[in-house]
């Protein structure tokens, strides 16, 4: 750094006398009298009105806390997303470099540490040019201070325009409160909150985000150079925006270099040599919104539950006021280890090639609830042009920013098999399972009797004689409408309504005659909470994704942290559970989930909806649940998963276990490699045999149905 500059010592508070007070509002008396001038005559008893008014004004004005950002780290408390209202980073003056502070006085206000919160001269010269009709900035920094918290403050559109209107009210506004200011603040503490207010263009508030957008530097490093061209930028930041009109930039700066050497902050060598120097840019891309995110669909998913949960207050209004308030650090249950397991295997099946067709994943862990990841193939925004992107989160419900949901298929039958357990039903429970049946007798949860129901199996090779473990190891469709039947529909709806199940479009489930065989739309995120209910051993734990919120207090030794406590709750009896544990290491054991083991004791079902129009994959160690989905953006039922090619490959028809089930091995497989390798607790005895066969032609129990899965 070539010169120096030493910062002006302000006058202590306490040593300014009564009498100088009582000088500064006569002459504020005699300045609002030249002000009026003009008005003298005719509408002269406006000017004495207004004259009144502004003795009577209140001076007191507010300095607020100014917005910041709200920062999303990871569960290695590392920053992944800045989100800000108005992007800012606030420092103190001592982390500003002093040459700012030199190029602002210079160029604004070279009597500010003469003045009280106005320039007799200055004021008076922009009050008669402006009511001759020649627009003339006169205000000092304390005055633009003034108009910048108003502007900052306002609580409305309307609001703001009288904050910034051109006008001598304005004026006199800005004046009564910028002598206040003058009163209760020293010099230094109105730099420092100018500074930190101030907007420097291109979405940066305050000099430290300025120095980093168009420098990547903070402020205390920025030189004579960089601190004249931010300084002028002050004026009129879009005009002089250097990365959209470098020359208007250069020239406002080199005027800044200049009043520099006039007021004697720089010599003129020193001037000379910075103005021949090109602008120097090394912008930092605008952040501020989770679209900069490196995961922005689970930034996305954050703020949506922070707006909508109590975490930050009791109303909506509140929870919106913390959140444009900012100053908070949400450390999030984000594990980026896991995120990027998901996310490549989710790409690596399903490729972001410009098809309309997605893949959405979730990881949960369970006895906690606390959401490990979201994954999706399609890419953060929105481009008409490009169907390989999305401002919407496939992976979540509606009212956190994501779609309607998706029919789930046989991944439902799990419901079934934990209601007929509960019902005291065992293993070994038989029915005759042709590839066709007609399914009578089912009567809804208001006791009516259902219209007949023609269920089919997804292949001959499923037909036949099937007790819950084999009819659970090949999905058999005919088995489980008739379970159903046995257990009860209602009774099915309602043990997957206690095991978190619900629909993504917030209406109350559907319990249909197809109710097995997941004819509900859910989001990935919620059948793998559901699933982690049996992990947990039937604890079910509400999904969220923020272990705690951290609050800056200024001017207080100790931020406040507001912890995120779980919810859970016995939804599912211990035995239960581990039955359906039990039953659901069958698909790996030669039956539709063949093929993607993990390494390690796993649970899992696959579910392909009627028609394919989607398919998922849901399973889970004792330690972490995850549910995949593909299917196509517009709309599966009009664009099914028949016939299509995918990466490359072409597929006939598909089905959980061909594209669902490898993403969620890779994924799996590569996501609790950290973890230990737990296995699951034996199977319940009361159950009968864990290994039971079907045994002659079963029991028919009557008609049954249910959807295809494959």
Same mark, same amino acid.
């Given at each position: 750094m070539t010169g120096s500059i030493r910062r002006r010592t302000p006058r202590a508070e306490g040593t300014r006398s009564l009498t100088r007070l009582v000088g500064v509002a006569v002459v504020a008396g005699l300045l609002v009298a030249a002000l009026l001038l003009p008005w003298v005559g005719a509408a002269g008893i406006i000017g004495?009105?207004?004259?009144?008014?502004?003795?009577?004004?209140?001076?007191?004005?507010?300095?607020?806390?100014?917005? #910041? /950002?709200? !920062?999303?780290?990871?569960?290695?408390?590392? $920053?992944?997303?800045?989100? =800000?209202?108005? #992007? /800012?980073? !606030?420092?103190?003056?001592?982390?500003?470099? $002093?040459?700012?502070?030199? =190029?602002?006085?210079?160029v604004e206000d070279e009597r500010f540490h003469e003045h009280h919160g106005f320039d007799p001269r200055g004021v008076l010269r922009a009050a008669v040019l402006t009511s001759l009709g020649h627009t003339q900035g006169g205000s000092t920094l304390t005055q633009q201070y003034v108009k910048n918290l108003l502007i900052e403050t306002a609580g409305s559109e309307e609001e703001a325009a009288r904050a910034s209107e051109r006008s001598l009210a304005r004026k006199l506004v800005e004046l009564r409160y910028a002598v206040g200011l003058e009163r209760r603040l020293t010099k230094d503490e109105i730099l420092e909150g100018y500074l930190n207010l101030a907007y420097f263009g291109a979405g940066a508030h305050g000099i430290e985000m300025g120095a980093r957008r168009y420098f990547s530097v903070p402020a205390a490093d920025l030189d004579p150079a960089q601190a004249a061209l931010l300084a002028g930028l002050v004026r009129a930041p879009s005009y002089y925006d250097p990365l959209t009109?470098?020359?208007?930039?250069?020239?406002?700066?080199?005027?800044?270099?200049?009043?520099?050497?006039?007021?004697?902050?720089?010599?003129?060598?020193?001037?000379?040599?910075?103005?021949?120097?090109?602008?120097?840019?090394?912008?930092?891309?605008?952040?501020?919104?989770?679209?900069?995110?490196?995961?922005?669909?689970?930034?996305?998913?954050?703020?949506?539950?922070?707006?909508?949960?109590?975490v930050l207050g009791d109303t909506e209004e509140e929870r919106l006021r913390m959140l444009r308030q900012g100053g908070l650090t949400v450390r999030t249950t984000l594990d980026t280890d896991m995120q990027e397991a998901a996310r490549e295997a989710v790409l690596r099946h399903v490729p972001n090639d410009g098809s309309t067709r997605f893949a959405a994943q979730a990881l949960v862990e369970p006895g906690t609830g606390r959401v490990r990841a979201l994954a999706q193939n399609l890419r953060y925004g929105f481009d008409e042009n490009d169907p390989g992107t999305t401002a919407i989160n496939l992976a979540v419900d509606r009212r956190d920013g994501g779609t309607t949901g998706y029919q789930a298929g046989s991944t439902f039958k799990t419901f079934t098999l934990a209601a007929a357990l509960d019902a005291g039903l065992d293993y070994g429970t038989s029915f005759r399972s042709p590839g066709n049946k007609t399914i009578t007798g089912l009567r809804n949860c208001d006791g009516g009797r259902m219209e007949p129901w023609s269920v089919r199996n997804a292949g001959e090779s499923n037909s036949g004689t099937h007790t819950m473990v084999t009819a659970t190891r090949g999905s058999v469709n005919t088995y489980f409408a008739q379970l159903q039947r046995r257990v009860g529909l209602?009774?099915?709806?309602?043990?997957?309504?206690?095991?978190?199940?619900?629909?993504?479009?917030?209406?109350?489930?559907?319990?249909?005659?197809?109710?097995?065989?997941g004819d509900q739309e859910v989001s990935p995120l919620t059948l793998a909470a559901a699933y982690a209910t049996f992990a947990a051993r039937g604890v079910h734990c509400v999904p969220a994704p923020v272990d705690a919120v951290v609050v800056d207090r200024p001017g207080e030794e100790d931020d406040e942290e507001i912890p995120v406590e779980a919810e859970c709750e016995r939804a599912v009896d211990q035995r239960v559970a581990d039955g359906v544990n039990h039953l659901l290491q069958e698909p790996f054991n030669g039956g539709t989930a063949r093929g993607l083991g993990i390494g390690r004791p796993a649970a899992g079902k696959t579910g392909t909806t009627d028609g394919a129009a989607y398919a998922w994959f849901a399973g889970y160690t004792p330690n972490l649940a995850a549910a995949v989905a593909v299917g196509d953006v517009r709309g599966g039922e009009r664009h099914p998963l028949q016939d299509v090619t995918i990466g490359g490959r072409y597929y006939g028809i598909v089905y959980g276990g061909t594209v669902p089930g490898p993403i969620w091995r890779d994924t799996m497989s590569a996501a609790t490699a950290s973890l230990p390798a737990e296995g699951f607790a034996a199977s319940p005895k009361a159950f009968g045999d864990p290994d039971a066969e079907p045994s002659g032609d079963g029991a028919d129990g009557g008609d049954g149905g249910g959807d295809g899965d494959g």
């Open positions: 004495r009105d207004t004259a009144a008014l502004f003795m009577a004004m209140p001076d007191d004005l507010e300095v607020p806390r100014l917005s #910041e /950002r709200v !920062v999303l780290t990871d569960t290695d408390g590392r $920053p992944f997303a800045e989100i =800000a209202e108005r #992007e /800012r980073e !606030v420092v103190s003056l001592d982390e500003i470099s $002093p040459w700012v502070t030199a =190029a602002l006085l210079a009109n470098p020359e208007a930039a250069r020239s406002r700066r080199d005027l800044v270099l200049d009043r520099m050497v006039a007021v004697g902050s720089l010599t003129r060598e020193e001037a000379d040599r910075y103005a021949a120097e090109d602008l120097g840019l090394d912008p930092t891309p605008r952040g501020g919104s989770c679209y900069h995110s490196e995961y922005p669909f689970f930034c996305d998913y954050v703020m949506h539950w922070l707006r909508r949960t109590d209602c009774e099915t709806a309602t043990m997957a309504e206690r095991a978190g199940v619900h629909r993504a479009d917030g209406q109350p489930l559907g319990v249909w005659s197809s109710f097995t065989l």
